[in-house]
């Protein structure tokens, strides 16, 4: 692949389906400050949507917690 095709494939867009990526993502961080349990628990069900999807590797997803 060329510089110009790898250009060419680069841009800035929305994703194909918002309605997919917000069922994945969720909207537990809306507001979380990740200063209280209730704020975690927050990040933690995001992950776990996150990581069900398959968007980050198994290793990834495991080292989410770690240090607790």
């Avoid at 918002?18 to 927050?42: F, H, M, N, S, Y």
């Amino acid at each position: 692949m060329t510089i110009a095709s790898m250009g060419a494939a680069c841009g800035i867009s929305a994703p194909a389906n918002v309605a997919g990526l917000r069922r994945i993502v969720g909207t537990d961080l809306i507001g979380a400050r990740g200063a209280t349990p209730a704020d975690q628990r927050k990040v933690d069900r995001t992950v776990v949507g996150i990581c069900a999807a398959a968007v980050w590797t198994e290793g990834e997803c495991a080292r989410h917690g770690e240090g607790r």
